[in-house]
């Protein structure tokens, strides 16, 4: 599953031309205040006599020990100057995301001279780490006690997880895409090939051996699943029967998921599949999702998934992000409003549709796409406003320039579909395309700004 704590490889450095007690009082502090932060480190302690990385007999001992404890990036403070080559080849042989910072120097003593010179070593860091092709990310050099440095090590943290994530991502396909949806298809081999995004599809026919497995059973994770549709949602008009159906749907995805190592799920959840099972599954897509398992639907190919619909009545720069139920219940802008209400079919009824509107304030979106062997993530940033309600799960969704956006999206390489989270998210997905060899495509705010939250902007 997706979510699990990320581990940073503590890289502190020094060289020995400045003071050494400075440099180890200085790693001291550095480490304290990380770890109040709440990222988890793996130390490098013992492996020489100041733990502090220097000499090339160093760099063999550092690489086992990440390595070993699979670290998702590397933090390499310049605890005084800094060697720069060690760094760069213990970054190059560990392949993870480096985050390159030193504390801001203190004023030079007046006839001692200078004890640290770490802004000079990241200069020099910076340089070598370009000549072994190695990505990284700069954090203004800064006092470590400043907001702006807590700020860069946990949106650092969040770039690692974003490229833990990506480059583990294995779905669950369940089965085919909707015949008209052209704008989904998309090409499995390439995206294992260049990105090593791993697509496991299953039929509709395994789905349902697996609802009849756990309704032979009477499998207790069913009437746990009930329990909890019924404490997340308003299920007046649902019967029974018709939840139960959605129970098992939720367990036998949430089965076919584990058992086949995927982290995430596409779902073809038109009427083939309604007409299988007895069950809708927006409202379910919705739940998996909360629980730590991503379900796009209409997909055959977040916190939530939504579609770009129509334009606000009245608000020009607003547009309507929707679906008709999958959006997680924790999202409602209110709890009271969670209401299921029943799809009614010639098949059958199902209970399916989720409705409520989720809360206002920050939002980031993004959609990986391409075309023609080319691929980008576009990211964009807005707010949730004010409009008139409407039927499934939604948010007016109000950003700087509505035309400018939908000129972009048209001309893709984009679709009309995207994922969405509450916050300030856009400087860490642009960051997290320069490790995954991605091209980063900003809609709004531009790349300058994204760039400019690094320095403490």
Same mark, same amino acid.
């Given at each position: 599953?997706?979510?699990?704590?990320?581990?940073?490889?503590?890289?502190?450095?020094?060289?020995?031309?400045?003071?050494?007690?400075?440099?180890?009082?200085?790693?001291?502090?550095?480490?304290?205040?990380?770890?109040?932060?709440?990222?988890?480190?793996?130390?490098?302690?013992?492996?020489?006599?100041?733990?502090?990385?220097?000499?090339?007999?160093?760099?063999?001992?550092?690489?086992?020990?990440?390595?070993?404890?699979?670290?998702?990036?590397?933090?390499?403070?310049?605890?005084?100057?800094?060697?720069?080559?060690?760094?760069?080849?213990?970054?190059?042989?560990?392949?993870?995301?480096?985050?390159?910072?030193?504390?801001?120097?203190?004023?030079?003593?007046?006839?001692?001279?200078?004890?640290?010179?770490?802004?000079?070593?990241?200069?020099?860091?910076?340089?070598?780490?370009?000549?072994?092709?190695?990505?990284?990310?700069?954090?203004?050099?800064?006092?470590?006690?400043?907001?702006?440095?807590?700020?860069?090590?946990?949106?650092?943290?969040?770039?690692?997880?974003?490229?833990?994530?990506?480059?583990?991502?294995?779905?669950?396909?369940?089965?085919?895409?909707?015949?008209?949806?052209?704008?989904?298809?998309?090409?499995?081999?390439?995206?294992?090939?260049?990105?090593?995004?791993?697509?496991?599809?299953?039929?509709?026919?395994?789905?349902?051996?697996?609802?009849?497995?756990?309704?032979? =059973?009477? +499998?207790?994770? *069913?009437?746990? #699943?009930?329990?909890? /549709? %019924?404490?997340?949602? $308003?299920?007046?008009?649902?019967?029974?029967?018709?939840?139960?159906?959605?129970?098992?749907?939720?367990?036998?995805?949430?089965?076919?998921?584990?058992?086949?190592?995927?982290?995430?799920?596409?779902?073809?959840?038109?009427?083939?599949?309604?007409?299988?099972?007895?069950?809708?599954?927006?409202?379910?897509?919705?739940?998996?999702?909360?629980?730590?398992?991503?379900?796009?639907? =209409?997909? +055959?190919?977040? *916190?939530?998934? #939504?579609?770009?619909? /129509? %334009?606000?009545?009245? $608000?020009?720069?607003?547009?309507?992000?929707?679906?008709?139920?999958?959006?997680?219940?924790?999202?409602?802008?209110?709890?009271?409003?969670?209401?299921?209400?029943?799809?009614?079919?010639?098949?059958?009824?199902?209970?399916?549709?989720?409705?409520?509107?989720?809360?206002?304030?920050?939002?980031?979106?993004?959609?990986?796409?391409?075309?023609?062997?080319?691929?980008?993530?576009?990211?964009?940033?807005?707010?949730?406003?004010?409009?008139?309600?409407?039927?499934?799960?939604?948010?007016?969704?109000?950003?700087?320039?509505?035309?400018?956006?939908?000129?972009?999206?048209?001309?893709?390489?984009?679709?009309?579909?995207?994922?969405?989270?509450?916050?300030?998210?856009?400087?860490?997905?642009?960051?997290?395309?320069?490790?995954?060899?991605?091209?980063?495509?900003?809609?709004?705010?531009?790349?300058?700004?994204?760039?400019?939250?690094?320095?403490?902007?």
């Amino acid at each position: 599953m997706l979510n699990h704590p990320v581990k940073i490889g503590f890289a502190p450095t020094k060289r020995d031309v400045f003071t050494n007690p400075e440099a180890l009082t200085i790693r001291r502090q550095i480490k304290e205040r990380v770890l109040s932060l709440g990222i988890e480190l793996v130390d490098i302690e013992g492996i020489n006599e100041d733990s502090l990385l220097q000499f090339p007999s160093d760099i063999e001992k550092a690489v086992k020990i990440y390595k070993e404890a699979g670290v998702d990036g590397l933090f390499c403070p310049h605890c005084n100057f800094g060697a720069e080559s060690v760094v760069a080849r213990i970054a190059a042989a560990v392949g993870k995301p480096v985050l390159l910072w030193g504390p801001r120097d203190g004023a030079p003593a007046p006839f001692d001279g200078r004890t640290r010179d770490s802004l000079c070593g990241l200069f020099a860091t910076g340089k070598v780490l370009r000549r072994f092709n190695v990505p990284f990310t700069y954090l203004t050099n800064c006092g470590a006690e400043e907001e702006s440095f807590a700020f860069g090590v946990r949106s650092f943290a969040a770039v690692c997880a974003v490229v833990r994530d990506f480059r583990s991502t294995r779905v669950l396909q369940i089965s085919t895409r909707p015949e008209p949806f052209w704008t989904v298809m998309f090409n499995e081999g390439e995206l294992l090939e260049r990105f090593g995004l791993q697509v496991f599809p299953v039929t509709l026919q395994e789905v349902v051996c697996e609802l009849e497995r756990l309704e032979r =059973e009477e +499998a207790p994770a *069913v009437a746990e #699943a009930m329990r909890d /549709i %019924r404490c997340r949602l $308003n299920c007046g008009e649902a019967d029974e029967e018709q939840l139960l159906r959605m129970a098992r749907l939720l367990v036998g995805v949430q089965n076919l998921a584990g058992k086949n190592g995927c982290n995430s799920v596409a779902i073809q959840c038109w009427e083939p599949l309604q007409r299988a099972v007895g069950a809708a599954c927006c409202t379910v897509n919705g739940i998996l999702t909360e629980r730590g398992l991503p379900v796009a639907c =209409e997909r +055959a190919s977040s *916190v939530f998934f #939504a579609d770009l619909t /129509i %334009r606000h009545p009245d $608000n020009d720069n607003s547009v309507l992000l929707w679906h008709c139920g999958n959006f997680p219940p924790s999202l409602a802008i209110d709890a009271k409003a969670r209401a299921l209400s029943v799809l009614h079919n010639p098949f059958g009824d199902c209970a399916s549709q989720s409705n409520w509107e989720i809360r206002h304030g920050d939002i980031t979106v993004c959609r990986f796409d391409g075309d023609h062997g080319e691929y980008r993530l576009m990211i964009g940033e807005g707010k949730g406003v004010d409009g008139p309600p409407t039927v499934g799960t939604y948010s007016w969704f109000e950003v700087d320039s509505w035309p400018r956006w939908e000129r972009h999206l048209v001309e893709g390489p984009y679709i009309h579909h995207c994922a969405g989270a509450h916050g300030r998210f856009g400087h860490i997905l642009y960051e997290a395309c320069k490790y995954l060899g991605i091209e980063a495509d900003p809609i709004s705010p531009r790349a300058e700004e994204f760039r400019d939250r690094w320095l403490g902007r």
